[in-house]
């Protein structure tokens, strides 16, 4: 069957684009990122489409949060009802169903048999900033530790935790104290690992034998802050029983497990959350990019144990706003009885086709993910594995202008984090466009 898309009309950016991006540049705060200049006019499943007609297939989903795609039916069903009846009334303080179904919902899909509580937000970094407020409130203890790589959000607490690139960072100090950065379980990049023939996890068990020996009392530990696959640090998969050895550590001192699933959750990886493949349960689990299928919303889930601070101690004027709750219920729905038996397969797709790519091309150093979630990271040299940024750099801009939407992630890998409502004909199409982009680029 033959789709309408890809479809390239005019070179992008386009006269209609470029005026749009011309205006942004010039009124938005120049601390945007960008990373190319594409300008939406409308979305539906995993299809672009930009101001001056030109058809894209995504394989970003706005940065892993368009999970059903572009204007679900069901969805935009929710949302456009929901808007109907009222905007807002402050969930911090009143009452109304869909904040308590979201709650429930949520507190029943997260792994582990303890019960749980529910702190809705408006984003990703919101719960985090929580999270932290909420381990330092309940342990009474001060310190955190997070991992080189990691990605929390961009607000003081969050950014305290993030270490994946440092001008997010440069200029900001002072952080929050009693932050420790430990390495993250990158097999690719191990520094312990290095010259050994198998993965001995010292990456946790240098946790116990050089921070908390040498540098950290692990009493004074409230929460250790973990990534089941580190997101912008460059989809990174660490090692098979990883989580399980990051549970084990955190029980033997009390220190609180927190999952930032802002990327990972909501399916992506081919289960509601990735930590579920190890049989992990964490004490904290956040939530926010795909929960709302784009409408913000976030969510703090912790165990009823943990999360019995005093009314006051925290709240939220916007968060668990009432048409995100119908946002975030619809796309639960969607994703648990619709999408989630399909994702492992297509990833399996994906990820197999990305290892052809890796079989032909030498800069393609390792292939990694789960479900649709997948990393792809360049090298100049396999034996030396120096990190080769320009390549996924100018790969990502070349697929664009053949109607792929692809992004980066660390320092020299591909995200694959396509919508969740993509077919086979899809994978094949972004692994045909990236091979030959590829192909181009290597001639
Ligand atoms: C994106 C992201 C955040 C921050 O979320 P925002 O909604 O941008 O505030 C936090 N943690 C992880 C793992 C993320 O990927």
């Given at each position: 069957?033959?789709?309408?898309?890809?479809?390239?009309?005019?070179?992008?950016?386009?006269?209609?684009a470029?005026?749009?991006?011309?205006?942004?540049?010039?009124?938005?705060?120049?601390?945007?990122?960008?990373?190319?200049?594409?300008?939406?006019?409308?979305?539906?499943?995993?299809?672009?489409?930009?101001?001056?007609?030109?058809?894209?297939?995504?394989?970003?989903?706005?940065?892993?949060?368009?999970?059903?795609?572009?204007?679900?039916?069901?969805?935009?069903?929710?949302?456009?009802?929901a808007?109907?009846?009222?905007?807002?009334?402050?969930?911090?303080?009143?009452?109304?169903?869909?904040?308590?179904?979201?709650?429930?919902?949520?507190a029943?899909?997260?792994?582990?048999?303890?019960?749980?509580?529910?702190?809705?937000?408006?984003?990703?970094?919101?719960?985090?900033?929580?999270?932290?407020?909420?381990?330092?409130?309940?342990?009474?203890?001060?310190?955190?530790?997070?991992?080189?790589?990691?990605?929390?959000?961009?607000?003081?607490?969050?950014?305290?935790?993030?270490?994946?690139?440092?001008?997010?960072?440069?200029?900001?100090?002072?952080?929050?104290?009693?932050?420790?950065?430990?390495?993250?379980?990158?097999?690719?990049?191990?520094?312990?690992?290095?010259?050994?023939?198998?993965?001995?996890?010292?990456?946790?068990?240098?946790?116990?034998?050089?921070?908390?020996?040498?540098?950290?009392?692990?009493?004074?530990?409230?929460?250790?802050?973990?990534?089941?696959?580190?997101?912008?640090g460059?989809?990174?998969?660490p090692?098979?029983?990883?989580?399980?050895?990051?549970?084990?550590?955190?029980?033997?001192?009390?220190?609180?497990?927190?999952?930032?699933?802002?990327q990972?959750?909501?399916?992506?990886?081919?289960?509601?959350?990735?930590?579920?493949?190890?049989?992990?349960?964490?004490?904290?689990?956040?939530?926010?990019?795909?929960?709302?299928?784009?409408?913000?919303?976030?969510?703090?889930i912790?165990?009823?144990?943990?999360?019995?601070?005093?009314?006051?101690?925290?709240?939220?004027?916007?968060?668990?706003?009432?048409?995100?709750?119908?946002?975030?219920?619809?796309?639960?729905?969607?994703?648990?009885r619709?999408?989630?038996?399909?994702?492992?397969?297509?990833?399996?797709?994906?990820?197999?086709?990305?290892?052809?790519?890796?079989?032909?091309?030498?800069?393609?150093?390792?292939?990694?993910?789960?479900?649709?979630?997948?990393?792809?990271?360049?090298?100049?040299?396999?034996?030396?594995?120096?990190?080769?940024?320009?390549?996924?750099?100018?790969?990502?801009?070349?697929?664009?202008?053949?109607?792929?939407?692809?992004?980066?992630?660390?320092?020299?890998?591909?995200?694959?984090?396509?919508?969740?409502?993509?077919?086979?004909?899809?994978?094949?199409t972004?692994?045909g466009?990236?091979?030959?982009?590829?192909?181009?680029?290597?001639?």
């Amino acid at each position: 069957m033959k789709r309408d898309y890809p479809r390239i009309v005019v070179p992008p950016p386009g006269p209609k684009a470029r005026a749009v991006v011309e205006r942004q540049n010039r009124w938005a705060s120049t601390s945007y990122p960008k990373e190319y200049p594409l300008v939406v006019a409308r979305g539906a499943g995993a299809v672009v489409e930009d101001v001056d007609g030109n058809r894209y297939l995504d394989f970003m989903a706005g940065i892993a949060v368009a999970s059903t795609g572009y204007g679900h039916p069901q969805v935009v069903r929710a949302v456009q009802e929901a808007a109907g009846r009222f905007f807002h009334i402050c969930g911090s303080d009143f009452y109304y169903e869909s904040f308590a179904a979201l709650c429930e919902r949520l507190a029943a899909l997260a792994p582990g048999p303890s019960k749980k509580r529910v702190f809705l937000t408006n984003s990703g970094t919101e719960a985090v900033e929580g999270a932290i407020k909420l381990a330092r409130h309940s342990t009474g203890r001060p310190a955190l530790i997070a991992f080189t790589g990691a990605f929390h959000g961009r607000t003081m607490g969050g950014l305290s935790l993030t270490a994946s690139k440092a001008v997010q960072r440069a200029g900001f100090a002072p952080f929050l104290p009693e932050v420790y950065h430990v390495p993250y379980g990158y097999r690719y990049r191990c520094d312990f690992c290095r010259g050994e023939p198998a993965c001995t996890m010292r990456c946790v068990s240098s946790i116990e034998d050089d921070l908390f020996a040498k540098r950290l009392d692990p009493r004074d530990v409230a929460a250790i802050f973990v990534e089941p696959i580190q997101g912008e640090g460059g989809y990174v998969v660490p090692p098979p029983g990883y989580l399980k050895a990051l549970r084990e550590l955190c029980d033997r001192y009390g220190i609180l497990l927190v999952c930032d699933e802002v990327q990972s959750g909501i399916g992506r990886t081919g289960r509601m959350f990735a930590c579920e493949y190890e049989g992990i349960e964490p004490d904290i689990l956040l939530a926010a990019k795909g929960l709302g299928s784009g409408m913000p919303i976030g969510a703090i889930i912790a165990k009823e144990s943990i999360m019995k601070w005093q009314p006051g101690a925290h709240g939220s004027t916007f968060g668990g706003n009432p048409v995100c709750c119908a946002a975030a219920l619809a796309t639960l729905d969607v994703v648990e009885r619709e999408l989630l038996p399909k994702v492992a397969p297509l990833g399996e797709r994906l990820l197999a086709g990305a290892q052809r790519l890796q079989q032909k091309y030498p800069p393609i150093g390792e292939v990694r993910g789960r479900g649709l979630m997948i990393g792809v990271e360049f090298v100049k040299d396999r034996k030396t594995r120096e990190p080769a940024p320009e390549i996924p750099h100018e790969l990502v801009e070349r697929a664009f202008k053949r109607g792929l939407l692809l992004l980066g992630a660390g320092k020299s890998s591909l995200r694959l984090a396509p919508p969740l409502v993509i077919d086979e004909y899809d994978v094949d199409t972004a692994l045909g466009i990236i091979d030959a982009c590829l192909r181009e680029m290597t001639d």
